[in-house]
Protein backbone atom coordinates (compact mmCIF):
# COMPACT_ATOMS: atom_id res chain seq x y z
CA UNK A 1 0.00 0.00 0.00
CA UNK A 2 1.48 3.41 -0.96
CA UNK A 3 -0.27 6.39 0.45
CA UNK A 4 2.15 9.47 -0.91
CA UNK A 5 1.62 11.53 -2.91
CA UNK A 6 4.03 12.14 -6.24
CA UNK A 7 4.97 14.99 -7.48
CA UNK A 8 2.72 15.18 -10.40
CA UNK A 9 -0.02 14.66 -7.67
CA UNK A 10 1.11 17.72 -5.63
CA UNK A 11 1.12 20.06 -8.67
CA UNK A 12 -2.23 18.70 -9.58
CA UNK A 13 -3.15 19.83 -6.06
CA UNK A 14 -1.49 23.20 -6.67
CA UNK A 15 -3.33 23.78 -9.86
CA UNK A 16 -6.85 22.58 -8.15
CA UNK A 17 -6.16 25.01 -4.82
CA UNK A 18 -5.66 28.46 -7.13
CA UNK A 19 -8.58 27.20 -9.77
CA UNK A 20 -11.07 27.21 -6.78
CA UNK A 21 -9.13 30.54 -5.22
CA UNK A 22 -9.71 32.78 -8.50
CA UNK A 23 -13.25 30.32 -9.68
CA UNK A 24 -15.74 29.77 -6.83
CA UNK A 25 -18.32 32.76 -6.17
CA UNK A 26 -18.29 33.93 -2.95
CA UNK A 27 -21.75 33.52 -2.69
CA UNK A 28 -22.09 29.81 -3.46
CA UNK A 29 -19.23 29.40 -1.01
CA UNK A 30 -20.83 31.04 1.78
CA UNK A 31 -23.56 29.02 1.33
CA UNK A 32 -21.55 25.74 1.46
CA UNK A 33 -19.54 26.69 4.10
CA UNK A 34 -22.82 27.44 6.48
CA UNK A 35 -24.02 24.04 5.67
CA UNK A 36 -27.25 25.78 3.33
CA UNK A 37 -29.03 23.57 0.54
CA UNK A 38 -27.53 25.61 -2.73
CA UNK A 39 -29.87 28.28 -4.44
CA UNK A 40 -30.77 26.67 -8.19
CA UNK A 41 -29.41 29.81 -9.52
CA UNK A 42 -25.68 29.76 -7.53
CA UNK A 43 -25.37 25.72 -8.36
CA UNK A 44 -26.08 26.08 -11.91
CA UNK A 45 -24.02 29.40 -11.97
CA UNK A 46 -20.98 27.16 -10.89
CA UNK A 47 -21.66 24.23 -12.57
CA UNK A 48 -21.24 25.97 -15.58
CA UNK A 49 -18.09 27.51 -14.27
CA UNK A 50 -16.61 23.89 -13.61
CA UNK A 51 -17.91 22.37 -17.22
CA UNK A 52 -15.88 25.34 -18.80
CA UNK A 53 -13.18 24.45 -16.83
CA UNK A 54 -13.36 20.52 -18.27
CA UNK A 55 -14.07 19.25 -14.38
CA UNK A 56 -18.04 18.96 -14.88
CA UNK A 57 -17.74 14.86 -14.51
CA UNK A 58 -14.52 13.42 -13.36
CA UNK A 59 -16.12 10.03 -12.88
CA UNK A 60 -16.99 9.73 -16.67
CA UNK A 61 -15.21 8.24 -19.47
CA UNK A 62 -13.14 10.96 -21.24
CA UNK A 63 -15.04 10.32 -24.82
CA UNK A 64 -18.13 11.60 -22.93
CA UNK A 65 -16.57 14.30 -21.21
CA UNK A 66 -14.88 12.81 -18.29
CA UNK A 67 -11.29 14.72 -16.90
CA UNK A 68 -8.98 11.82 -17.65
CA UNK A 69 -8.22 11.68 -14.11
CA UNK A 70 -6.60 9.18 -11.92
CA UNK A 71 -8.51 7.47 -9.33
CA UNK A 72 -5.47 9.73 -6.94
CA UNK A 73 -6.40 13.01 -8.51
CA UNK A 74 -10.30 12.41 -7.89
CA UNK A 75 -9.34 12.31 -4.23
CA UNK A 76 -6.76 15.09 -4.09
CA UNK A 77 -9.79 17.37 -6.08
CA UNK A 78 -12.79 16.09 -3.86
CA UNK A 79 -10.28 16.77 -1.06
CA UNK A 80 -9.48 20.50 -2.29
CA UNK A 81 -13.33 21.34 -3.00
CA UNK A 82 -14.24 19.87 0.11
CA UNK A 83 -11.41 22.31 2.46
CA UNK A 84 -12.19 25.58 -0.06
CA UNK A 85 -16.12 24.97 0.91
CA UNK A 86 -16.68 23.94 -3.25
CA UNK A 87 -20.00 22.22 -3.63
CA UNK A 88 -19.96 19.14 -6.03
CA UNK A 89 -21.62 18.81 -8.81
CA UNK A 90 -25.40 18.11 -7.88
CA UNK A 91 -25.59 14.42 -8.08
CA UNK A 92 -28.77 13.27 -9.44
CA UNK A 93 -27.61 14.46 -13.06
CA UNK A 94 -23.25 13.81 -13.36
CA UNK A 95 -23.20 10.69 -11.13
CA UNK A 96 -26.49 9.21 -10.79
CA UNK A 97 -28.38 9.13 -13.77
CA UNK A 98 -25.55 10.21 -16.11
CA UNK A 99 -23.61 6.85 -15.49
CA UNK A 100 -26.57 4.99 -16.49
CA UNK A 101 -27.05 6.65 -19.80
CA UNK A 102 -23.72 6.59 -21.07
CA UNK A 103 -23.39 2.61 -20.14
CA UNK A 104 -26.99 1.42 -21.13
CA UNK A 105 -28.46 4.37 -23.32
CA UNK A 106 -29.23 4.71 -27.16
CA UNK A 107 -26.80 6.64 -29.52
CA UNK A 108 -29.74 9.09 -29.55
CA UNK A 109 -30.03 9.36 -25.99
CA UNK A 110 -26.21 9.64 -24.99
CA UNK A 111 -25.82 11.94 -27.87
CA UNK A 112 -28.81 14.19 -26.30
CA UNK A 113 -29.01 14.10 -22.77
CA UNK A 114 -24.87 13.87 -21.59
CA UNK A 115 -24.18 17.63 -23.10
CA UNK A 116 -27.11 19.05 -21.21
CA UNK A 117 -26.11 17.34 -17.62
CA UNK A 118 -22.39 18.71 -18.16
CA UNK A 119 -23.93 22.18 -19.62
CA UNK A 120 -26.72 22.15 -16.42
CA UNK A 121 -29.31 22.67 -18.93
CA UNK A 122 -31.34 20.20 -17.19
CA UNK A 123 -31.58 19.76 -13.20
CA UNK A 124 -32.22 16.17 -12.63
CA UNK A 125 -34.13 14.46 -9.47
CA UNK A 126 -34.13 11.10 -8.46
CA UNK A 127 -37.72 9.46 -8.49
CA UNK A 128 -37.37 6.28 -6.90
CA UNK A 129 -38.95 5.94 -3.15
CA UNK A 130 -42.40 5.42 -2.60
CA UNK A 131 -44.72 5.64 0.46
CA UNK A 132 -43.83 2.18 1.85
CA UNK A 133 -41.04 1.08 -1.20
CA UNK A 134 -37.67 3.05 0.38
CA UNK A 135 -35.81 0.59 1.93
CA UNK A 136 -37.94 -2.10 0.31
CA UNK A 137 -37.83 -0.45 -3.26
CA UNK A 138 -38.15 -3.71 -5.24
CA UNK A 139 -42.14 -3.29 -4.00
CA UNK A 140 -43.01 0.14 -6.05
CA UNK A 141 -45.91 0.60 -7.11
CA UNK A 142 -45.97 3.29 -9.94
CA UNK A 143 -47.38 1.82 -12.76
CA UNK A 144 -46.42 2.56 -16.57
CA UNK A 145 -48.78 1.03 -19.30
CA UNK A 146 -48.06 0.79 -22.79
CA UNK A 147 -50.02 2.60 -25.00
CA UNK A 148 -48.35 2.79 -28.78
CA UNK A 149 -45.51 4.67 -28.60
CA UNK A 150 -45.96 6.08 -24.83
CA UNK A 151 -46.13 4.84 -21.61
CA UNK A 152 -48.77 5.99 -19.44
CA UNK A 153 -47.71 6.54 -15.90
CA UNK A 154 -49.65 6.59 -12.97
CA UNK A 155 -48.33 6.46 -9.20
CA UNK A 156 -46.85 8.61 -6.25
CA UNK A 157 -43.19 8.67 -5.68
CA UNK A 158 -41.82 10.68 -2.58
CA UNK A 159 -38.88 12.21 -0.26
CA UNK A 160 -37.94 13.69 -3.90
CA UNK A 161 -34.93 15.74 -3.12
CA UNK A 162 -35.08 18.98 -5.21
CA UNK A 163 -38.14 18.27 -7.52
CA UNK A 164 -39.20 21.72 -7.54
CA UNK A 165 -36.10 22.96 -9.59
CA UNK A 166 -36.10 20.11 -12.16
CA UNK A 167 -36.49 19.53 -15.97
CA UNK A 168 -36.12 15.83 -15.48
CA UNK A 169 -37.14 13.28 -12.85
CA UNK A 170 -35.48 9.29 -13.97
CA UNK A 171 -37.95 7.01 -12.55
CA UNK A 172 -38.55 3.41 -11.54
CA UNK A 173 -41.89 1.73 -12.94
CA UNK A 174 -44.14 -0.91 -12.59
CA UNK A 175 -44.28 -2.02 -16.36
CA UNK A 176 -45.40 -5.99 -14.81
CA UNK A 177 -46.90 -6.73 -12.17
CA UNK A 178 -47.23 -10.46 -13.26
CA UNK A 179 -43.38 -10.95 -12.71
CA UNK A 180 -41.15 -11.28 -9.61
CA UNK A 181 -40.57 -7.96 -7.98
CA UNK A 182 -37.69 -7.26 -9.67
CA UNK A 183 -38.53 -8.22 -12.96
CA UNK A 184 -40.83 -5.99 -13.94
CA UNK A 185 -39.66 -2.74 -13.37
CA UNK A 186 -38.42 -0.31 -16.07
CA UNK A 187 -36.54 3.32 -15.93
CA UNK A 188 -37.82 5.59 -17.43
CA UNK A 189 -36.63 9.47 -17.99
CA UNK A 190 -39.44 11.66 -17.44
CA UNK A 191 -39.79 15.69 -18.46
CA UNK A 192 -41.47 17.40 -15.74
CA UNK A 193 -43.22 19.30 -17.42
CA UNK A 194 -45.42 16.68 -18.94
CA UNK A 195 -49.02 17.37 -18.61
CA UNK A 196 -50.29 15.31 -15.10
CA UNK A 197 -47.25 15.86 -12.74
CA UNK A 198 -47.67 17.57 -9.44
CA UNK A 199 -44.93 18.26 -6.94
CA UNK A 200 -45.91 18.79 -3.48
CA UNK A 201 -43.26 20.27 -1.04
CA UNK A 202 -42.35 18.60 2.08
CA UNK A 203 -41.55 20.65 4.89
CA UNK A 204 -38.09 18.98 6.30
CA UNK A 205 -37.17 18.88 10.20
CA UNK A 206 -35.09 21.74 9.26
CA UNK A 207 -38.20 23.81 8.48
CA UNK A 208 -36.13 24.01 4.88
CA UNK A 209 -38.03 22.86 1.54
CA UNK A 210 -35.69 20.41 -0.22
CA UNK A 211 -37.83 17.47 -0.06
CA UNK A 212 -41.06 17.12 -2.16
CA UNK A 213 -44.01 14.40 -3.08
CA UNK A 214 -44.56 13.73 -7.07
CA UNK A 215 -47.82 12.29 -8.11
CA UNK A 216 -48.05 10.88 -11.52
CA UNK A 217 -51.69 10.98 -13.05
CA UNK A 218 -51.91 9.86 -16.80
CA UNK A 219 -48.55 11.10 -17.55
CA UNK A 220 -47.51 10.78 -21.34
CA UNK A 221 -43.88 9.23 -21.98
CA UNK A 222 -42.53 8.04 -24.72
CA UNK A 223 -40.97 5.03 -24.94
CA UNK A 224 -37.99 6.41 -26.53
CA UNK A 225 -36.99 7.95 -22.88
CA UNK A 226 -37.10 4.12 -21.63
CA UNK A 227 -33.60 3.02 -20.27
CA UNK A 228 -32.60 -0.04 -22.43
CA UNK A 229 -34.69 -2.86 -22.14
CA UNK A 230 -38.72 -2.90 -20.82
CA UNK A 231 -38.73 -5.01 -17.36
CA UNK A 232 -35.01 -4.86 -17.01
CA UNK A 233 -34.97 -1.43 -15.03
CA UNK A 234 -33.67 -3.11 -11.44
CA UNK A 235 -30.14 -4.21 -13.25
CA UNK A 236 -29.82 0.04 -13.94
CA UNK A 237 -31.21 1.14 -10.28
CA UNK A 238 -29.00 -0.99 -8.97
CA UNK A 239 -25.84 -0.40 -11.18
CA UNK A 240 -27.04 3.57 -10.49
CA UNK A 241 -26.93 2.87 -6.44
CA UNK A 242 -23.19 2.39 -6.96
CA UNK A 243 -22.54 4.77 -8.06
CA UNK A 244 -24.77 7.22 -5.66
CA UNK A 245 -22.06 6.28 -2.75
CA UNK A 246 -19.28 7.68 -4.04
CA UNK A 247 -17.73 10.23 -2.14
CA UNK A 248 -20.25 9.46 0.47
CA UNK A 249 -18.06 9.66 3.11
CA UNK A 250 -17.41 13.04 2.54
CA UNK A 251 -14.00 13.30 4.77
CA UNK A 252 -13.02 16.43 2.99
CA UNK A 253 -15.90 18.51 4.18
CA UNK A 254 -16.06 17.16 7.81
CA UNK A 255 -12.31 18.00 8.09
CA UNK A 256 -13.38 21.66 7.03
CA UNK A 257 -16.31 21.38 9.96
CA UNK A 258 -13.41 20.51 12.51
CA UNK A 259 -11.27 23.95 11.18
CA UNK A 260 -14.37 25.84 11.92
CA UNK A 261 -15.35 24.18 15.55
CA UNK A 262 -11.67 24.97 16.15
CA UNK A 263 -12.72 28.90 14.89
CA UNK A 264 -16.09 29.11 16.94
CA UNK A 265 -14.43 27.86 19.77
CA UNK A 266 -11.27 30.25 20.36
CA UNK A 267 -13.88 32.80 20.21
CA UNK A 268 -16.81 31.31 22.34
CA UNK A 269 -16.20 30.86 26.10
CA UNK A 270 -16.71 28.95 28.91
CA UNK A 271 -16.04 29.32 32.52
CA UNK A 272 -13.78 32.07 31.72
CA UNK A 273 -12.05 30.82 29.32
CA UNK A 274 -11.88 30.20 25.25
CA UNK A 275 -13.94 26.77 24.65
CA UNK A 276 -11.02 25.62 22.82
CA UNK A 277 -9.19 25.41 26.33
CA UNK A 278 -12.10 23.55 27.57
CA UNK A 279 -10.69 19.87 28.91
CA UNK A 280 -14.31 18.62 28.05
CA UNK A 281 -14.53 20.20 24.32
CA UNK A 282 -10.40 19.34 23.64
CA UNK A 283 -12.22 15.53 25.04
CA UNK A 284 -15.14 15.55 22.30
CA UNK A 285 -13.70 17.15 19.40
CA UNK A 286 -10.31 14.57 19.95
CA UNK A 287 -12.68 12.29 19.60
CA UNK A 288 -13.97 13.10 16.49
CA UNK A 289 -10.96 13.74 15.13
CA UNK A 290 -9.81 9.85 15.66
CA UNK A 291 -12.36 8.62 14.21
CA UNK A 292 -11.80 10.90 11.40
CA UNK A 293 -8.87 10.10 10.53
CA UNK A 294 -9.33 6.40 11.14
CA UNK A 295 -12.02 7.12 8.03
CA UNK A 296 -9.27 8.81 6.01
CA UNK A 297 -7.41 6.40 6.02
CA UNK A 298 -10.14 3.54 5.26
CA UNK A 299 -10.76 5.64 2.20
CA UNK A 300 -7.25 6.06 1.11
CA UNK A 301 -6.95 2.18 1.58
CA UNK A 302 -9.74 1.47 -0.66
CA UNK A 303 -8.82 4.33 -3.34
CA UNK A 304 -4.93 2.38 -3.13
CA UNK A 305 -6.59 -0.80 -4.14
CA UNK A 306 -9.00 0.66 -6.29
CA UNK A 307 -5.70 2.03 -8.56
CA UNK A 308 -3.82 -1.79 -7.95
CA UNK A 309 -7.08 -2.81 -10.15
CA UNK A 310 -9.20 -4.23 -7.03
CA UNK A 311 -12.45 -4.22 -7.13
CA UNK A 312 -14.22 -3.49 -3.97
CA UNK A 313 -17.16 -5.05 -2.47
CA UNK A 314 -18.91 -4.08 0.86
CA UNK A 315 -16.00 -1.53 1.16
CA UNK A 316 -18.71 1.96 0.29
CA UNK A 317 -21.17 0.53 3.28
CA UNK A 318 -18.17 0.84 5.82
CA UNK A 319 -17.83 4.55 4.53
CA UNK A 320 -21.20 5.52 4.02
CA UNK A 321 -22.26 3.96 7.73
CA UNK A 322 -18.72 6.01 9.21
CA UNK A 323 -18.22 8.91 7.35
CA UNK A 324 -22.66 9.76 8.30
CA UNK A 325 -21.95 9.01 11.95
CA UNK A 326 -18.95 11.72 12.02
CA UNK A 327 -20.50 14.20 10.23
CA UNK A 328 -23.78 13.72 12.89
CA UNK A 329 -21.24 14.31 15.47
CA UNK A 330 -19.59 16.90 13.96
CA UNK A 331 -22.46 19.21 13.41
CA UNK A 332 -24.16 18.49 17.08
CA UNK A 333 -20.92 19.73 18.42
CA UNK A 334 -20.77 23.02 16.12
CA UNK A 335 -24.24 23.55 17.58
CA UNK A 336 -23.06 22.63 20.89
CA UNK A 337 -20.13 24.67 20.83
CA UNK A 338 -22.65 28.03 20.20
CA UNK A 339 -24.19 27.67 23.30
CA UNK A 340 -27.43 29.36 23.47
CA UNK A 341 -27.06 31.04 19.92
CA UNK A 342 -26.86 27.72 18.20
CA UNK A 343 -30.10 26.73 19.24
CA UNK A 344 -32.10 29.80 17.90
CA UNK A 345 -32.73 28.29 14.06
CA UNK A 346 -35.42 30.61 11.42
CA UNK A 347 -35.98 29.16 8.15
CA UNK A 348 -34.11 31.27 5.71
CA UNK A 349 -37.25 32.14 3.81
CA UNK A 350 -38.15 34.57 7.05
CA UNK A 351 -35.63 36.84 6.85
CA UNK A 352 -36.97 37.56 3.09
CA UNK A 353 -37.05 41.47 3.69
CA UNK A 354 -36.63 41.78 7.15
CA UNK A 355 -34.11 44.40 7.79
CA UNK A 356 -33.68 43.23 12.09
CA UNK A 357 -30.12 41.12 12.86
CA UNK A 358 -30.15 37.46 13.61
CA UNK A 359 -29.86 36.43 16.62
CA UNK A 360 -26.16 36.21 17.77
CA UNK A 361 -22.65 36.01 15.79
CA UNK A 362 -23.07 35.74 11.88
CA UNK A 363 -21.70 32.49 12.06
CA UNK A 364 -24.10 31.02 14.63
CA UNK A 365 -26.35 30.96 11.21
CA UNK A 366 -26.27 27.56 9.63
CA UNK A 367 -24.75 24.73 12.23
CA UNK A 368 -28.56 24.38 13.36
CA UNK A 369 -29.84 23.72 9.92
CA UNK A 370 -27.18 21.76 9.05
CA UNK A 371 -27.37 19.61 11.90
CA UNK A 372 -31.12 19.03 11.68
CA UNK A 373 -30.83 18.63 8.31
CA UNK A 374 -28.14 15.65 8.64
CA UNK A 375 -30.11 13.51 10.92
CA UNK A 376 -31.16 12.34 7.54
CA UNK A 377 -27.68 11.49 6.66
CA UNK A 378 -27.99 8.06 7.93
CA UNK A 379 -30.79 7.00 6.12
CA UNK A 380 -31.01 8.03 2.55
CA UNK A 381 -28.67 6.82 0.02
CA UNK A 382 -29.51 3.50 1.53
CA UNK A 383 -29.75 3.58 5.75
CA UNK A 384 -27.37 2.92 7.75
CA UNK A 385 -29.21 -0.72 8.69
CA UNK A 386 -28.65 -1.67 4.84
CA UNK A 387 -25.85 -0.58 5.15
CA UNK A 388 -25.02 -3.01 7.87
CA UNK A 389 -26.91 -5.71 6.11
CA UNK A 390 -24.72 -5.32 2.87
CA UNK A 391 -21.32 -6.29 5.32
CA UNK A 392 -22.58 -8.61 7.55
CA UNK A 393 -23.71 -10.83 3.99
CA UNK A 394 -20.73 -9.50 1.91
CA UNK A 395 -17.48 -9.99 4.56
CA UNK A 396 -18.96 -12.13 7.32
CA UNK A 397 -21.27 -14.53 5.09
CA UNK A 398 -24.42 -14.43 7.51
C1 LIG B 1 -33.31 13.85 3.24
C2 LIG B 1 -33.72 12.71 2.36
C3 LIG B 1 -33.57 12.83 0.99
C4 LIG B 1 -34.00 11.81 0.15
N1 LIG B 1 -33.94 11.99 -1.22
C5 LIG B 1 -34.45 11.05 -2.04
C6 LIG B 1 -34.53 11.28 -3.44
O1 LIG B 1 -34.12 12.33 -3.96
N2 LIG B 1 -35.10 10.32 -4.22
C7 LIG B 1 -35.55 9.13 -3.72
O2 LIG B 1 -36.02 8.31 -4.48
N3 LIG B 1 -35.51 8.90 -2.37
C8 LIG B 1 -34.98 9.83 -1.53
N4 LIG B 1 -34.96 9.61 -0.17
C9 LIG B 1 -35.56 8.39 0.35
C10 LIG B 1 -34.57 7.40 0.94
O3 LIG B 1 -33.92 6.69 -0.07
C11 LIG B 1 -35.37 6.48 1.88
O4 LIG B 1 -35.82 7.27 2.95
C12 LIG B 1 -34.54 5.34 2.39
O5 LIG B 1 -34.25 4.43 1.37
C13 LIG B 1 -35.27 4.58 3.53
O6 LIG B 1 -36.56 4.21 3.12
P1 LIG B 1 -37.86 4.58 3.98
O7 LIG B 1 -37.80 6.02 4.32
O8 LIG B 1 -39.04 4.08 3.24
O9 LIG B 1 -37.68 3.79 5.34
P2 LIG B 1 -37.97 2.24 5.57
O10 LIG B 1 -37.41 1.44 4.45
O11 LIG B 1 -39.42 2.07 5.89
O12 LIG B 1 -37.13 1.96 6.86
C14 LIG B 1 -37.54 2.36 8.17
C15 LIG B 1 -36.48 1.90 9.16
O13 LIG B 1 -36.38 0.47 9.13
C16 LIG B 1 -35.04 0.07 8.84
N5 LIG B 1 -35.08 -1.12 7.96
C17 LIG B 1 -35.81 -1.29 6.84
N6 LIG B 1 -35.55 -2.51 6.29
C18 LIG B 1 -34.61 -3.09 7.08
C19 LIG B 1 -33.91 -4.33 7.03
N7 LIG B 1 -34.14 -5.21 6.05
N8 LIG B 1 -33.00 -4.61 8.01
C20 LIG B 1 -32.75 -3.71 9.00
N9 LIG B 1 -33.39 -2.50 9.10
C21 LIG B 1 -34.30 -2.21 8.15
C22 LIG B 1 -34.43 1.25 8.10
O14 LIG B 1 -33.03 1.28 8.24
C23 LIG B 1 -35.08 2.43 8.83
O15 LIG B 1 -34.40 2.71 10.02
C24 LIG B 1 -34.52 10.61 0.69
C25 LIG B 1 -34.63 10.48 2.08
C26 LIG B 1 -34.25 11.51 2.90
C27 LIG B 1 -34.43 11.34 4.38
Not at 76 to 105: C, L, Q, R, W
Request: proline content about 5%; some cysteine.
Amino acid sequence: MDLSFSKDDLAFRDEVREFLRTSLPADVKERFDRGLHPTREGQIRWQKILNEKGWMAPNWPKEYGGTGWTITQKYIAAHEFGHASAPPPMSFGVSMVGPVIYTFGTPEQKEYYLPRILNSDDWWCQGYSEPGSGSDLASLQTKAVRDGDHYIVNGQKIWTTFAQHADMIFCLVRTDSSAKQQEGISFLLIDMKTPGITVKPIIGIDKEHSLNEVFFEDVRVPVKNRIGEENKGWTYAKFLLGHERNNIARVARSKRQVERLRAFAQTERSGGRPLAEDPDFINKLTRIEVDLMALEYTELRYISMLSHGKNLTAEPSVLKIKGTEVQQRLTSLLVETLGMYGAPYEAEKNFEGRNEARVGPDYAFGPMAEHLYLRAATIYGGSNEIQRNIISKMVLGL
